[in-house]
């Protein structure tokens, strides 16, 4: 009996070292699901202010960026396209012309933790992208021509 004694903690370890790993993982995985639903609520936010802000207005993705949920939205990964009525990208937009704006996260990268590094490359994905377009509305201007203050 003394030889067996011993057996009981050694299986514990092994089997708390696993069970540990698996819900690492899986808080990992809750992380990242996180982050997507954040940079998805990242690129909604800087639609709407898009459309209802003036036209280029840079201070769109200071505000995108100071109110997102995670630190990896950066102004650098907000791009917002000004679209006439077919859908086509103005290279230089005035409001008469802009019917949609839209908002897109680019080069967005994931990396998990060292636990689940087998993921990607060296744990780290590329993030599905976001997009999202929106009819313009009012793009800073009230009917008598003055700008708002977004």
Do not use: H
């Amino acid at each position: 009996m003394r030889k067996v004694k011993g057996i009981t903690i050694i299986e514990f370890t092994l089997m708390s070292s696993f069970l540990m790993m698996i819900m690492l993982a899986i808080a990992s995985i809750g992380y990242f699901m996180f982050s997507m639903q954040a940079v998805s609520e990242s690129v909604r936010t800087a639609a709407r202010m898009a459309s209802v802000c003036q036209l280029n207005d840079s201070g769109i993705k200071t505000y995108v960026v100071d109110n997102s949920y995670i630190s990896s939205v950066t102004t650098s990964k907000i791009a917002i396209d000004y679209l006439d009525e077919a859908s086509n990208v103005l290279a230089s937009p005035n409001s008469e012309d802009v019917r949609f704006v839209r908002a897109r996260a680019v080069d967005m990268n994931y990396r998990f933790v060292a636990l689940l590094s087998f993921l990607g490359e060296s744990g780290v994905i590329e993030m599905p992208s976001f997009e999202t377009t929106i009819p313009s509305e009012s793009l800073g201007l009230v009917p008598n021509d003055t700008d708002t203050d977004c």
